[in-house]
């Protein structure tokens, strides 16, 4: 096997492949990448066995094959190559050379024997979106899932596909987003699959905002194919079965609290600057046009602010981790959002249109 290409193209391709391998592993071949040279391009593969990543780059290539290389290694030795062009060949007993104007690195390879195959999608039912609406909607999702592996369950996002929608949920059972988008997929297509928290991760840092992905479905397993980039992701599945979130939901109020999102953002990041481990709370107060947040912490200090805001409900008091106000508002796009809140003990519910939905459970003051 021989190819000749730029380190530039070569980062790229290791960089958008390396997260998948899990630094931990007991299996040698696993800290590997597969290296895979064809006519005219070059597949880079990482995999832990839950996440694979697939990287396709444009290469000379000299003469086709196939090797495996020390992850680490071969990024740390190609990062610290001068710009320009690079030379890679396989020669006896796995010996990889790589080569460019004034130095020569040798690393010894493995042979692809036990690498794991990654599964085939081939006539799969799929469905096909733009790339920036699914970024979109795993931003506005992806922070309320589960971070407790006791709860296995909702250590990922339910991706819920009807023919005529796709809808993304995630919960931690103290809040829950959920956003859908209306999308065409085949009428017999409807799924409810469990996305993993790593796999969604690597999704946000691959899709961009350009082009299509298409997403594929297998028996336990999931393709998100991005055209020069392929993420390949094990489902979550065992014990158990995702909440009925439609019940959590509360309905739709009248007496709304229109807000602009990024004071409001502001004045709740400003409140958090004085919370603790012990006192995760901050008071919310609500009386005709304005809001008030605000939060003491005894020896420490106490944070006071009143944002002018559009209500006609009664005056009411509630509080709420500032976190999990913080995490929605940074991702929601709206200039002026409804804030929906009926009590102390009520969940409150942030609601745009019927494409969004989040519920946080309030802390007592």
Not at 84 to 101: A, D, Q, R, Y
Not at 239 to 250: D, N, R
Not at 279 to 296: G, I, Q, T, W
Request: proline fraction near 5%; charge should be neutral.
């Amino acid at each position: 096997m021989k190819f000749d290409t730029t380190k530039e193209i070569l980062i790229k391709g290791i960089q958008e492949v390396q997260n998948a391998i899990n630094p931990k592993t007991t299996l040698p071949i696993l800290s590997n990448i597969l290296i895979e040279a064809g006519k005219e391009s070059l597949s880079l593969t990482a995999t832990d066995l839950d996440i694979g990543i697939v990287s396709i780059i444009p290469v000379k290539t000299g003469s086709e094959g196939v090797i495996t290389v020390p992850a680490k290694k071969f990024f740390d030795i190609i990062k610290e190559l001068p710009d320009g062009e690079v030379s890679i060949s396989v020669k006896k007993n796995n010996l990889v050379h790589i080569e460019c104007t004034s130095c020569l690195f040798k690393i010894m390879g493995l042979p692809k024997d036990e690498f794991p195959q990654l599964p085939d999608f081939k006539d799969r039912d799929s469905i096909t979106m733009q790339r920036a609406k699914l970024k979109k909607m795993l931003l506005m999702t992806s922070f309320a899932i589960s971070r407790d592996e006791t709860r296995y369950i909702l250590t990922g996002a339910l991706f819920s596909i009807k023919p005529t929608y796709i809808r993304i949920v995630a919960t931690d059972g103290r809040r829950l987003a959920m956003v859908e988008e209306k999308n065409q997929s085949p009428k017999t297509h409807e799924k409810k699959v469990i996305i993993p928290a790593k796999t969604i991760t690597e999704l946000l840092k691959l899709l961009g905002d350009e082009g299509e992905v298409k997403i594929c479905f297998g028996n336990n397993q999931a393709l998100f194919d991005m055209g020069s980039t392929k993420v390949v992701s094990r489902l979550i599945e065992g014990e158990g079965e995702f909440p009925s979130y439609e019940q959590v939901i509360p309905k739709e109020v009248k007496d709304k609290i229109m807000i602009a999102r990024a004071k409001f953002l502001s004045a709740t990041k400003r409140a958090a600057l004085f919370t603790n481990p012990d006192s995760l709370v901050v008071k919310v107060e609500l009386a005709k046009d304005r809001m008030v947040l605000s939060k003491n912490a005894p020896y420490m200090g106490e944070a006071h602010e009143e944002i002018v805001v559009d209500y006609k409900g009664k005056d009411l008091a509630v509080g709420f981790n500032p976190d999990y106000l913080i995490d929605a508002l940074k991702n929601i796009s709206d200039e002026i959002i409804p804030f929906e809140v009926v009590d102390a003990d009520k969940p409150g519910v942030i609601r745009i249109g019927s494409e969004y939905v989040y519920v946080v459970l309030p802390m007592q003051i």
